[in-house]
């Protein structure tokens, strides 16, 4: 065997190579432990350490903190009042609110910078973004988005009110309201809803069905008042998983007091206005077959002519057709839902009125074809009633109308439509 002897030189050869293998690993080592040379210099921290990188971001990031409702995914968003964008420590400097279609919504920031609000109703079943910028003191921004779908028709509830906003009525013209959904939670909705008036009478509603509500004071208007209607139904929920949508105020004057007096025995009706009788007027009323209802009644719709078909209020021929189809009937007013109307007769003898009752159930009044003569009594009675006017009943032979035939209220005692409210 050959015998290998190592001279000095490779020796030497060999130890500088393990010391460059062995610096090699060392500079290795140093690249990937930051805290080695730290710790030569008798530090526990780097300064490339996490928390410090994470305290230099901060340092960056605005201090101003927007909020944005509804949230982000909301759905059944109320299509008034929901939507507001607000910042703490900070301004707002832009806010964009777009539909679904891109269609963006008006708005305003607040003077002071701190909150912006849409200047429109929102539509129902739409989903809406909303995109927010604000700056702290320094300058530096801040953002949020957010995305929600206001509540669907399917999901909502509205209610049609009379009268009008603006409107002057009669001293017996109830607040009416119905609803196009039926309400279960009725105390809330009713709650939702305040009806006062300039004289200070106390008015109290009255649920009829799930569906209607009807306000009113114990006795009639007092004249000349005003009477406020605040609907603040935005948001309440009428029945499980159905809200309301409405935020609205509406205020009508109540006119001078007129009180007309129908009695069927005399064939007459007093008008009074004030207390006083101002005119006397011949009517027909109800024939016996089909005799008018008694009690107070309220006109509801006025129309300076209408048609009148009696198939439609269950007065047919055996042909079943109505026993009359009337298509120009003058200066009607309405008296009940079921049909009733005070109006002008063209096609009875003058004779008749004072003398006769011939109608199917309304009351009529002297008039011409037309509706053209001011000098009848039908067009001085149309001209001279207000809706909200009440006409008065009695001596008839039949029942008295029913509280929610119509605006007619009236025919229910005080103690009687104060147990009707859910309140």
């Known amino acids: 065997m050959e015998k290998r002897v190592m001279t000095d030189s490779k020796r030497r050869r060999g130890l500088m190579a393990a010391s460059a293998l062995l610096s090699g690993v060392l500079v290795l080592t140093a690249c990937n432990d930051g805290d080695t040379a730290d710790a030569a210099n008798g530090s526990t921290e780097s300064p490339n350490s996490q928390a410090q990188v994470d305290e230099a971001a901060a340092k960056k990031t605005s201090q101003a903190r927007i909020t944005i409702t509804p949230k982000n995914g909301a759905i059944n968003a109320s299509i008034n009042k929901d939507a507001k964008v607000t910042v703490e420590d900070g301004k707002l400097t832009s806010v964009t609110m777009t539909s679904g279609d891109g269609t963006e919504v008006k708005g305003e920031i607040s003077a002071d910078g701190k909150s912006w609000q849409p200047g429109e109703q929102l539509e129902r079943a739409t989903t809406y973004k909303i995109a927010a910028t604000a700056?702290?003191?320094?300058?530096?921004?801040?953002?949020?988005?957010?995305?929600?779908?206001?509540?669907?028709?399917?999901?909502?509830?509205?209610?049609?009110?009379?009268?009008?906003?603006?409107?002057?009525?009669?001293?017996?013209?109830?607040?009416?309201?119905?609803?196009?959904?039926?309400?279960?939670?009725?105390?809330?909705?009713?709650?939702?809803?305040?009806?006062?008036?300039?004289?200070?009478?106390?008015?109290?509603?009255?649920?009829?069905?799930?569906?209607?509500?009807?306000?009113?004071?114990?006795?009639?208007?007092?004249?000349?008042?005003?009477?406020?209607?605040?609907?603040?139904?935005?948001?309440?929920?009428?029945?499980?998983?159905?809200?309301?949508?409405?935020?609205?105020?509406?205020?009508?004057?109540?006119?001078?007091?007129?009180?007309?007096?129908?009695?069927?025995?005399?064939?007459?009706?007093?008008?009074?206005?004030?207390?006083?009788?101002?005119?006397?007027?011949?009517?027909?009323?109800?024939?016996?077959?089909?005799?008018?209802?008694?009690?107070?009644?309220?006109?509801?719709?006025?129309?300076?002519?209408?048609?009148?078909?009696?198939?439609?209020?269950?007065?047919?021929?055996?042909?079943?057709?109505?026993?009359?189809?009337?298509?120009?009937?003058?200066?009607?007013?309405?008296?009940?839902?079921?049909?009733?109307?005070?109006?002008g007769n063209y096609w009875g003898a003058d004779s008749v009125f004072g003398n006769v009752n011939t109608s199917h159930g309304c009351v009529g009044l002297n008039d011409v074809k037309g509706a053209g003569d001011p000098n009848q009594a039908a067009a001085w009675f149309y001209d001279n009633?207000?809706?909200?006017d009440v006409v008065i009943v009695k001596n008839s032979k039949d029942k008295t109308i029913q509280p929610d035939n119509g605006l007619n209220g009236w025919n229910m005692s005080w103690a009687d439509w104060k147990a009707g409210s859910a309140l």
């Open 135 to 343: 700056e702290d003191s320094d300058g530096r921004q801040a953002h949020e988005n957010t995305s929600f779908t206001t509540v669907s028709k399917d999901n909502s509830f509205i209610g049609n009110f009379t009268p009008e906003n603006g409107s002057t009525v009669g001293v017996g013209m109830p607040v009416s309201i119905n609803f196009n959904k039926p309400i279960t939670d009725r105390k809330a909705v009713q709650a939702g809803i305040e009806v006062s008036s300039s004289s200070g009478q106390e008015v109290v509603g009255h649920w009829f069905n799930s569906q209607r509500i009807d306000f009113r004071p114990d006795t009639y208007w007092a004249e000349g008042s005003t009477v406020t209607l605040n609907l603040k139904l935005d948001g309440v929920e009428g029945s499980d998983g159905v809200f309301g949508v409405q935020q609205k105020t509406v205020t009508f004057k109540v006119g001078r007091n007129q009180v007309s007096t129908v009695d069927v025995n005399a064939k007459t009706m007093k008008v009074e206005r004030n207390g006083k009788t101002i005119k006397t007027i011949p009517i027909s009323a109800g024939s016996p077959e089909t005799p008018t209802y008694n009690g107070q009644m309220v006109i509801s719709e006025k129309f300076k002519e209408t048609r009148m078909n009696g198939a439609t209020v269950g007065f047919t021929d055996d042909d079943g057709k109505g026993e009359y189809d009337i298509k120009d009937v003058p200066h009607a007013m309405r008296l009940s839902t079921s049909g009733t109307f005070i109006h």
């Open 385 to 388: 009633s207000l809706i909200g």
